[in-house]
């Protein structure tokens, strides 16, 4: 076995990490799924996401990215699985101006649909990424079956998009992986203008809209499941930042649960392995996931205040059955922090929930644009210093002490 776990590639030391499983030392791979690519490759915010005038898209930028530091590379944020939708009757109308005064661009969109117009308006601030302003559904009872035009079933995938996405991947030494969302109050916040405050009244008022919005949701992603299990992926990512942060445990429980615990049930059954992203608080999540459905792994695991995660005592309470990722901070740490800063939390880290494996050395959510590259490569420096398999556990609390930690 010792033989074995030598020199592995990315590729299989995420994969065994992902597993629950001991690789060679431990992955590291910080969430830098955005800011760090953009900046990397001197693209414009809007040049970022279209790809019009550089035709880099976001995934290469990101495999770019993590190859100049030297990460295991985490790409699933980066790609979604490449849809083809059946064909519906709508029709989006695009408009896109400079406002001097606010030095952004505003962009908005009409919706044109057999049961009447939606619209929408986003501003992308010069350095940062679109937000969206005006968002499509301003009322649930009204606007829901106009919003469905927008969500066509998926009939299948892409598959050049995907093959040169894969390729790329494992041509570079990295796993394979892609995002699914899922439903709840996380996701549908998007859409809603009002956000969760929108959601909590039609969750009192309209629930039976809700849940229809639900149904709807699960079937295209039990669809998209399907597809995605066809795919030749090497792992799968359930997306849902904010889980229980933008809604309740029990409205989780509700909306969110269902599709995870059928969707991790069918990759479970193909051996593909599964992680879950929801940033926020995570702990009554982590119970959830473990003692209701089949997912793998999940992450950021936040520190407070932005979570509320104690990696060693996850990794003690649910450690045996869930693999980990996360958590440095990424302002106080990552952004703002020194080099020392991200030595010794990194350690920290490596410590709490390093031993026996599944873990993956990783911050709390995305870093910001900002971010230092030395606290970037510091992290890497770590995992190859201390990371390796048996850990050294007397070595790392020493070089902690030295830290002041």
């Known amino acids: ?11 299989r030391r995420m994969l065994t990490a992902m597993r629950n499983e001991m690789p ?6 910080p969430d830098i799924s955005t800011y760090i690519p953009m900046r990397h490759s001197g693209c414009t915010p809007q040049d970022f996401w279209t790809g019009t005038k550089t035709g880099i898209p976001h995934w290469q930028a990101y495999l770019d990215a993590a190859d100049h530091y030297g990460l295991d590379a985490w790409t699933a944020p980066a790609f979604g699985l490449p849809m083809l939708y059946e064909d519906a009757p709508v029709e989006w109308q695009h408009h896109s101006q400079l406002d001097p005064q606010r ?8 919706v044109r649909t ?4 939606l619209h929408q308006e986003s501003v992308c ?4 990424q679109a937000a969206t302003t005006v968002k499509l559904i301003k009322n649930l009872t009204t606007d829901f079956a106009r919003f469905r035009y927008t969500q066509p079933m998926p009939t299948g995938v892409d598959r050049p998009a995907l093959d040169t996405f894969r390729e790329a991947c494992h041509r570079r030494g990295h796993a394979f992986g892609v995002t699914i969302g899922y439903p709840g109050f996380h996701s549908w916040n998007s859409y809603v203008q009002g956000g969760v405050e929108a959601l909590a009244f039609a969750e009192m008022d309209t629930p039976e809209r809700l849940q229809e919005w639900f149904g709807w949701d699960l079937a295209r992603g039990t669809r998209e499941m399907q597809l995605a299990l066809e795919a030749q992926l090497d792992y799968l990512l359930f997306g849902g930042s904010g889980t229980i942060t933008m809604a309740s445990p029990a409205l989780a429980a509700k909306y969110a649960l269902p599709a995870l615990q059928r969707w991790s049930a069918m990759a479970k059954a193909a051996d593909l392995p599964t992680m879950l992203h929801s940033c926020g608080r995570n702990r009554a999540l982590a119970d959830m996931l473990v003692a209701e459905t089949d997912v793998g792994m999940l992450n950021p695991l936040e520190p407070p205040p932005m979570g509320d995660i104690d990696l060693a005592e996850v990794k003690r309470t649910h450690g045996w ?4 990722m996360g958590n440095l901070h990424t302002t106080d740490v990552m952004l703002r922090g020194s080099v020392e800063d991200v030595r010794r939390e990194s350690l920290k880290a490596i410590r709490d929930a390093g031993e026996g494996g599944g873990f993956i050395l990783s911050t709390g959510d995305q870093c910001g644009r900002d971010t230092p590259d030395e606290n ?3 992290m890497v420096r770590v995992g190859e210093e ?3 398999y048996p850990l050294d556990m007397a070595g790392i609390q020493r070089e902690i002490g030295r830290l002041g930690g």
């Open 125 to 128: 601030y010069r350095g940062d």
């Open 114 to 117: 057999p049961a009447g117009d």
């Open 24 to 29: 060679d030392r431990v992955p590291v791979a």
């Open 103 to 110: 030095d952004a661009m505003v962009s908005t969109a009409t």
């Open 1 to 11: 076995m010792e033989g074995e776990r030598q020199g592995m590639t990315s590729r």
């Open 321 to 324: 059955r869930l693999a980990l």
């Open 376 to 378: 970037i490569r510091e």
């Open 386 to 388: 201390f990371g390796a």
